[in-house]
Structure formats: structure tokens, C-alpha cells
């Protein structure tokens, strides 16, 4: 923990892992990048499917039910309003909290599962190690300049808010907004500044090329749920939370601010339905 605290003070700690082997260090720090690139995009896809298998299941479900109820009347089924229905229950909190719910089942222990190498724990792959209170809270004060200089882009912007956002609006469900204040952050840092960030850092990119790609790739995951000024501000935020997975050698500490992040909207919106920009 000594040698923690001291490296946390001069930079990434995940940047020391390619000194020498003394006497008295973990091995795991020698080993080479792991794990590999090509191995990572294979995974990245294997993540994607899993987080889209819920809605699959989902539609299997519904549709299950509809043959059945055809059956018991005797009727045809409807295919434009079987989808229409599909696509309005999908937007329900209940159903929203439950494919969050199943997202994770599916999801979380594979990243564990891929992170897990002979002679790398899945801890060490993801970065998952305790970081000093004085250097959270020196991030914590980055988060929060951050947070208010967006705040006040958005209010300045005065973009229309996009239907996701307004179908959260009030709706006062409490399993979504753990879905979005803690499974959602859980999920996308572990696959972004977790496992990405491993094997693309020490690769041609560099910290600088691994931060923006994988940023750009955060961002992309939200197109369709948010404006052009809200996407603007997440790729901001993701390079925020990528130099801190770099300069504290934790995945946790972005783990924390994106989850902070999160649960202030929930709050503001399934809640007080308050606009906060």
C-alpha cells in the first residue's frame, strides 16, 4: 500500500507496470499488456450482444405471449401494433429496470470471466485497487468544476430535450434510478476504462489516442438517447473520467464520479422532475 501511495503521487500507477522484477514485487506488474488487442475487439463485441440479449429475450417474451392470447381468441396477430407495443413497454420504467437488471447478470461476470488471464487477475486487468482519499477527493473537485461549467452549457443551449430524457421525467420508480446511478456506471467503466483501456494503453495509441477512442466510443453508445450538446458533454466527461482511471490507476474513481453523476440526474429527474441544465 506504501508503494501505492507513492506512485499515485507521480502519475498513472498503471504505467509502472513494466519496470524490472525486484526482489519484493508482485510479479503480475512485469507482465506485458494484457490483455491483447485483437483479443479486446473480439470481447467488446461479446459485451455488446449480452447488453442487446436482454431486449432479445424480451421480444421472445412478448411474443410468446401474443401467440398464446392469438390462440386462446382465435385471431391473427397484428405485426405493426405487436411491434408499436413492443417498442412502448419497452420505454416503461418496469421494463427499463429490468433489462438494466438483466444487463448486468449477463454482462458483469463475463468482463470478469475475459478479464481473467494465468497470471493476471481479473482485479489487475480492470484495474479494480483501492486509490488514497486526498487524491479522490483532489478528483472530486475536478468532477464538480466540470459539472458546473457543463451545467451551465446545457442552460445556455437550451437544446429540446430528447424522448429518452423526458420518458424518465418523473416517473419516480426507484429500480431505475438504481439502474441508472449504479448498474449503468457499473457495466460501461468496466468495459471502457476496465477492460479497453487495458489492452489499447499500452498499445500505438498511447494515453492520449486509448483516452480519445474509447471516449468517442462512450459516446457513441448514447447516440439516439441525447442531443448533439448532451453527446457533446458526455465525450467532455468520458475524457475526464479516462485521465482519472489514468492518473489514480483505478477504474473505481471513475466508477464513483460517473456514478455521482448519474444519480444527481435520476434525482433531478425520475424525482424532482427538475431540468437542471
Known amino acids: 500500500m506504501s508503494e501505492a501511495l507513492d506512485i499515485s503521487t507521480k502519475g498513472s500507477l498503471e504505467t509502472q507496470q513494466f519496470v524490472p522484477i525486484e526482489p519484493n514485487q508482485d510479479p503480475l506488474q512485469s507482465i506485458p499488456n494484457l490483455p491483447r488487442v485483437g483479443r479486446s475487439i473480439g470481447w ?10 436482454s431486449g432479445i429475450l424480451y421480444g421472445f417474451y412478448m411474443g410468446f405471449q401474443e401467440v398464446f392470447a392469438a390462440r386462446a381468441h382465435h385471431t391473427d396477430i397484428d405485426l405493426v401494433t405487436f411491434s408499436a407495443k413492443i417498442k412502448n413497454d419497452s420505454q416503461t420504467p418496469f421494463v427499463r429496470t429490468i433489462l438494466g437488471i438483466f444487463q448486468f447478470i449477463f454482462v458483469v461476470p463475463v468482463i470478469f470471466f475475459a478479464a481473467k488471464f494465468p497470471r493476471q487477475s481479473a482485479l489487475e486487468t480492470l484495474a479494480i485497487k483501492k486509490v488514497p482519499k486526498n487524491i479522490v477527493g483532489r478528483w472530486l473537485l475536478y468532477f464538480a468544476g466540470f459539472w458546473i ?8 443551449i437550451h437544446e429540446t430535450e430528447s424522448p429518452f430524457i423526458q420518458s424518465l421525467r418523473g416517473t419516480r420508480h426507484f429500480g431505475l434510478a438504481v439502474v441508472i ?3 449503468a456506471p457499473i457495466i460501461e467503466e468496466l468495459i471502457f476504462r476496465g477492460y479497453l483501456y487495458k489492452a489499447w494503453r ?9 483516452l480519445i ?5 462512450f459516446t457513441l453508445i448514447h447516440v439516439g438517447q441525447y442531443h448533439w450538446p448532451y453527446l457533446l458533454v458526455i465525450f467532455c466527461f468520458a475524457i475526464l473520467l479516462g485521465m482519472a482511471r489514468e492518473k489514480t490507476g483505478s477504474v473505481l474513481t471513475p466508477m464513483l464520479f460517473h456514478a455521482i453523476n448519474n444519480a444527481i ?5 425520475i424525482y424532482l ?3 437542471i441544465e
Open 149 to 156: 461549467v457543463s451545467t451551465g452549457f446545457l442552460y445556455f
Open 213 to 217: 477512442l474509447i471516449s468517442v466510443l
Open 273 to 275: 422532475d427538475v431540468n
Open 265 to 269: 440526474a435520476a434525482v433531478f429527474l
Open 202 to 210: 499500452f498499445t500505438r495509441l498511447g494515453y492520449a489516442g486509448a
Open 44 to 53: 467488446l463485441m461479446i459485451f455488446i450482444f449480452l447488453i442487446g440479449l
Open 181 to 183: 446511478a449504479v448498474i
